[in-house]
């Protein structure tokens, strides 16, 4: 399932930006988010789940924080070169009209939302590539509206391993780079701590809005015993992602038994080739080349990419992850509701 990551109305928009510096930059440690921001993406995605939606975060890069102020979100597109010139003007109009009220106007990434943990694709990818061609540090914010209704705030903030992005702009995805680099499935993506902010007069204002009661509604339900439709779809995506893993094994061992298959033709035609040699030269002509470049099976085959391999080892992990999560929450209600039954 392909994630609508504004892949190519945020390159146009930031071919338009002015390039960073390149000075080094410390490590970044943690993501702080207004609350404000954080509500908006909220509202923004639990309005069109369970479509997808994006939109961009704005804020400032401070040290080893960034700060997330203000967001706003992409207007739905179609996927046409028109659409994506007025989702460029759209974005840039944004900008300038934040930065007439004084509001930050930093892009800083983007964020977008996920069903079921399901976002780790090729064109996620390629908009962080794209982002990182002008912005030194950028981060993708996943909001998933379907994990948040069984009662955590499913919100994370993600980058690009630095290792990784020099193997893909390198087009270095095979076997013996991923090898060399030591680079596994879990280096992809590298989850950046989120710190949730608000100024003291908005936390006051909170602690007078909060309600007298203790206990509300949204407590009782996290006390429901039944999460049969959040695990049977945790469990009918993976089935799915492990029918896509096994289709990324057979392009493997189908290229290994092509590989092979070359293999044993080179010998054979070389053997043929050395002893035609030797024939000629007791006839006293000149041995011919021992390789033929113009021969097809001296023609190197194209190793595929392991990319797709690597995501769904990736998601497959996350909805493990997920389900884990789930069966130990309900183990503790159901010791819970056993001992209420016995006292």
């Not at 995805?173 to 949730?196: A, C, H, M, N, Q």
Request: hydrophobic share 35%; charged share 25%.
């Amino acid at each position: 399932m392909a994630n609508p990551a504004p892949a190519a109305t945020g390159k146009s928009f930031l071919q338009a930006m002015k390039a960073v510096t390149e000075e080094a930059a410390p490590p970044l440690r943690v993501v702080q988010m207004e609350g404000l921001a954080v509500l908006k993406i909220i509202k923004h995605c639990e309005e069109f789940a369970p479509a997808l939606v994006t939109g961009q975060l704005l804020g400032l890069d401070v040290g080893s924080d960034l700060e997330v102020t203000n967001c706003f979100p992409f207007p739905t597109r179609e996927d046409d070169e028109e659409a994506d010139a007025d989702g460029a003007n759209y974005q840039l109009e944004m900008m300038r009209c934040l930065r007439e009220v004084n509001v930050d106007n930093n892009t800083v990434g983007w964020y977008q939302s996920c069903l079921l943990g399901s976002f780790q694709t090729v064109e996620l990818i390629e908009t962080f590539m794209n982002y990182q061609e002008n912005i030194r540090r950028c981060v993708c914010i996943v909001y998933d509206p379907s994990r948040s209704s069984q009662g955590v705030l499913a919100l994370k903030a993600l980058k690009l391993t630095d290792s990784f992005m020099d193997l893909y702009r390198n087009n270095g995805l095979t076997g013996e780079k991923l090898r060399e680099k030591k680079l596994s499935w879990v280096d992809i993506f590298e989850e950046i701590p989120i710190k949730v902010s608000n100024s003291a007069l908005v936390s006051a204002f909170m602690k007078e809005l909060e309600p007298e009661s203790p206990v509300s509604q949204c407590d009782f339900d996290r006390l429901k015993l039944s999460t049969a439709p959040f695990m049977e779809r945790n469990l009918e995506f993976m089935i799915g992602c492990m029918d896509g893993l096994s289709s990324e094994q057979n392009k493997f061992q189908y290229y290994y038994r092509n590989l092979g298959r070359q293999q044993t033709q080179q010998q054979a035609w070389l053997q043929k080739r050395r002893q035609e040699n030797i024939a000629r030269k007791n006839a006293g002509e000149e041995p011919l080349p021992e390789e033929d470049p113009s021969n097809p099976i001296f023609k190197p085959l194209p190793e595929p990419s392991r990319l797709e391999g690597y995501l769904v080892t990736n998601q497959i992990s996350s909805y493990c992850n997920h389900i884990n999560g789930v069966a130990g929450q309900n183990f503790n209600r159901l010791y819970l509701m056993k001992a209420l039954q016995e006292d």
